[in-house]
């Protein structure tokens, strides 16, 4: 009865391509984020949806891109992949906007 | 720029000791401030969220206090345990970003207890 689920957990590919990770949360919330861990183990916030519309949406390249089907999934896509793009991509959900974050186990993507 | 400092960076201590860190934050226009509890190769889990001046929160061990007029909130751990080595990362949202729930995170404090 995992909460928040991500995958896939390890991700490795070549530079240039395009990569999926996905989350689901079974939490019945209504918000949920996209984070950055960078190499020195900083969480920065890239995304943040609420009831499948785009609320927070931070300075990320576009070749990052958010999709929300529904309240309980949100798809990090992320086009021609760079070097720089090696980290550990974190989904969160809460309940409302002041509530404690649901944090996901993380996917550890490395670009080659 | 907002900056969310947390002191120290790491610290070690024997089991029983007690031991508390610090997270400094811009004291205007203050939302929330989190704390947050990361063992390695876990995701990060909540421990408390503070949103008046004054608050105090304890669970277990554990308290929290948060003065939000000079922008800080302490962690406390007593009587610690080697259970409780973790990294603690405080997090701070601000009224004015248009939205509360964008939590700018500090760098943590690694804490690592000796049996």
């Not at chain 2, 947390?6 to 007690?18: A, R």
Request: charged share 20%; proline share 4%.
């Amino acid at each position: 009865d995992t909460a928040v689920s991500q995958t896939p957990k390890y991700l490795v590919t070549q530079m240039g391509n395009d990569k999926s990770i996905k989350c689901e949360q079974n939490l019945g919330h209504d918000t949920m984020y996209w984070y950055k861990q960078d190499s020195k183990k900083f969480l920065k916030i890239m995304f943040s949806y609420n009831n499948k519309e785009l609320i927070i949406n931070e300075t990320v390249p576009n070749r990052f891109s958010p999709k929300s089907p529904d309240k309980a999934h949100l798809n990090l896509h992320i086009n021609s992949l760079e070097l720089g793009d090696s980290a550990v991509y974190f989904c969160a959900s809460s309940q409302d906007t002041a509530g404690e974050q649901f944090f996901g186990p993380g996917t550890r993507l490395t670009v080659l | 720029i907002l900056n969310v400092e947390q002191s120290p960076q790491s610290l070690h201590v024997q089991e029983g000791d007690s031991t508390n860190f610090t997270c400094s934050f811009p004291s205007s226009n203050f939302y929330a401030l989190h704390w947050y509890r990361w063992e390695t190769a876990k995701s990060p889990k909540a421990l408390f969220v503070m949103t008046l001046n004054g608050d105090e929160k304890k669970k277990g061990r554990i308290s929290a206090t948060l003065n939000t007029k000079e922008g800080y909130s302490y962690l406390y751990i007593k009587g610690s345990q080697p259970e409780d080595s973790a990294t603690y990362l405080c997090a701070f949202s601000d009224a004015r970003s248009g939205a509360t729930n964008k939590l700018i995170f500090g760098t943590g404090t690694l804490l690592a207890v000796q049996p």
